[in-house]
């Protein structure tokens, strides 16, 4: 630090002697004072371009942390800011005919008997910031990539995460916090992610931002030193995306209609029909598991029928509603090898 302060004060020694008495020596009085001003704010800016290649640009300046605070909840994530290590998102319209792909679903999660996978107050608790949420118009295209092995890193403990091994660097940093509550109604559980959001961008470059540059976060609610809960950071494939033409959104939601989805519950096909629609969006699943990274709609459903009250072990089970997400494949159908039951596959 005394280093910087030392290189700063000699850069303004010698604006001070050599260009000061320079400027004002052949100056009326009556412009005098209008000098005085332009050269002081020389001298300002000069010295805060100094200070700032100091800061960032001097070779033997390390990464620093930067903690970011989160609206919702006052959660926060430490991410370590240095320089842009960010890999390229690649992606190209195919010169060839496109060629048809396995497409398949396969979670861990479990499902409620008779109503959703998830105990929620209000959509808030589910909503993203997915840049397409509920924003799908327009969109008739997206890349589709193989999957690899070590897109997401290997889990992080939280007290190594800011070690300058595991920096992440995040240019227009965001976050995203969603929950669900267990049956008595007490803490939710909570998922936590930042990721790189920069709004200057096409919507297919920020959906691919939301997508892969991603520091994902799950445990307790308030994240800190000695608090249980592990991180994953999501990185794009090196391989080339192809862009595929997509369903409508109203293709897609005709499809749910008729029970043509994905979901973690097999009881959500009993109310496609009726189901309420509380949200929807353009949605990369990237579990290591799937044979390739591609869009699906993402439905966020609820139904009249979906009682709680006898599971739900709180006074105030009124307050709470069951909600499932629904996943109907995005790509045009003559693209897909959907496959209904897959074989689990860990890179």
Known sequence: MKNKYEKLYNIMELLKDEFIEEAFKEEKVKTFSMWRFAVAACICILACGSWFCLKYIYPGNKPEIGRQKEADDDNYTEVAIGVDR?????????????????????????????????IIKSIKDMTSKNPTRNNTEGITELPVFKNEPGLWSDIIRMKDFNKS??????????YETQKD?????????????????????????????????????TGNKKLGEGKKGWYKVMVPPSGTGKIYPLISQEQAEQKLREGEFFTANPYDKYVAETAEILSVELEYLTQEYQYYIQPFYKFI????????SEVMSCENWEDYMSVSKVYVPAVQEQYLDIVESAELRVN
């Not at 930042?194 to 976060?217: A, H, P, V």
Request: proline share 3%.
């Open 181 to 217: 509550y267990p049956y008595d109604g007490s803490s939710p559980n909570m998922w936590n992610i930042c990721f790189q959001e920069d709004k200057s961008e096409d919507i297919t470059t920020q959906l691919l931002q939301y997508t892969f540059y991603r520091i994902f976060y």
């Open 301 to 308: 459903i609820t139904d009249k029928s979906w009682d709680i």
């Open 165 to 174: 091994t595991n920096g992440v660097y995040f240019a227009h940093l965001s």
């Open 86 to 118: 960010l890999p390229e998102i690649k992606y190209e319209k195919s010169t060839e005919e496109l060629e048809k792909f396995t497409c398949n679903f396969q979670t861990d999660d479990g499902g409620g008997i008779d109503f959703g996978s998830y």
